[in-house]
């Protein structure tokens, strides 16, 4: 079994291509059933207050100092990286905010088995729907019902400020740990890592590592055995 552990974030474009990405690579891996897949929680901006909302445009223009019409052509860029994958995106309109509630949900989705579906449905939310998904908390509880959890134990979740919020905490103090300091960020194995929404081709190339450099006794050399099917029998191919 190998294990591959992703940091991301919802606010992350580069997460939800480089999920699509990954997933490219896994489908088409041999071992793939025999790979499991965890996500765990990186806030782009944790200094953001609860509840907050705002444009992403505006937004990206402020910190990186360039102009909104700079910005907004780098949503456009971001936008055909998706479409050329089959992914939809929406290039203007979209908001920002606060994830840490977003990332407690992706916690209590992973308790349910539909950590990888609450994943999903946030991220369509996020890029592929005009409805604003930060700061709105019936959104939030929609695109979890969508996901396959039960309503009134995501609105439990959500109304418990302490609800998994320690294990978003280890989660982005492992990241700072590891020195991952930007998302998407994959793991393979605790050994190998991966930085960045990569081609599928270097997610191939992690996995067939990953995968070949498992614990386990190598192989010197290789004679008669005796199996479920009998013994090899001396100067023969068959077995008796």
């Given at each position: 079994?190998?294990?591959?552990?992703?940091?991301?974030?919802?606010?992350?474009?580069?997460?939800?291509?480089?999920?699509?990405?990954?997933?490219?690579?896994?489908?088409?891996?041999?071992?793939?059933?025999d790979?499991?897949?965890?996500?765990k929680?990186?806030?782009?901006d944790?200094?953001?207050?609860?509840?907050?909302?705002?444009?992403?445009v505006?937004?990206?223009?402020?910190k990186?100092?360039?102009?909104?019409?700079q910005?907004?052509?780098?949503?456009?860029?971001?936008?055909?990286?998706?479409?050329?994958m089959g992914?939809?995106?929406?290039?203007?309109?979209?908001?920002?905010?606060?994830?840490?509630?977003?990332?407690?949900?992706?916690?209590?989705?992973?308790?349910?088995g539909?950590q990888?579906?609450?994943?999903?449905?946030?991220?369509?939310?996020?890029?592929?729907?005009?409805?604003?998904?930060?700061?709105?908390?019936?959104?939030?509880?929609?695109?979890?019902?969508?996901?396959?959890?039960?309503?009134?134990?995501?609105?439990?979740?959500?109304?418990?400020?302490?609800?998994?919020?320690?294990?978003?905490?280890?989660?982005?103090?492992?990241?700072?740990?590891?020195g991952?300091?930007g998302?998407?960020?994959?793991?393979?194995?605790?050994k190998?890592a991966?930085?960045?929404?990569?081609p599928?081709?270097?997610f191939?190339?992690?996995?067939?590592t990953?995968w070949?450099?498992?614990?386990?006794?190598?192989?010197?050399?290789?004679?008669?055995?005796?199996?479920p099917?009998g013994?090899?029998?001396p100067?023969s191919?068959?077995?008796q």
């Open positions: 079994m190998t294990t591959v552990e992703v940091w991301t974030d919802i606010n992350c474009p580069f997460c939800y291509l480089g999920k699509a990405r990954f997933e490219e690579a896994l489908a088409d891996f041999p071992h793939r059933d790979v499991q897949v965890v996500h929680s990186f806030e782009l944790p200094t953001l207050p609860p509840g907050s909302s705002g444009p992403v505006p937004a990206i223009a402020a990186y100092g360039i102009t909104v019409d910005a907004a052509a780098n949503e456009r860029g971001i936008g055909a990286q998706a479409a050329a992914l939809p995106y929406q290039t203007s309109g979209r908001d920002m905010g606060n994830s840490f509630d977003m990332h407690r949900l992706l916690h209590y989705a992973l308790d349910q539909k990888e579906a609450m994943l999903d449905a946030l991220y369509e939310g996020n890029f592929a729907e005009p409805e604003p998904v930060f700061g709105d908390t019936e959104r939030l509880v929609a695109l979890a019902v969508r996901a396959g959890l039960d309503e009134n134990s995501v609105r439990a979740v959500l109304a418990d400020p302490d609800a998994y919020a320690d294990a978003v905490r280890r989660d982005e103090a492992e990241a700072a740990a590891l991952a300091n998302v998407p960020f994959f793991v393979f194995d605790g190998y991966v930085s960045g929404a990569q599928p081709e270097m191939t190339q992690a996995l067939n990953a070949n450099d498992r614990p386990g006794p190598q192989l010197l050399a290789d004679g008669d055995t005796c199996g099917d013994c090899a029998v100067g191919a068959t077995a």
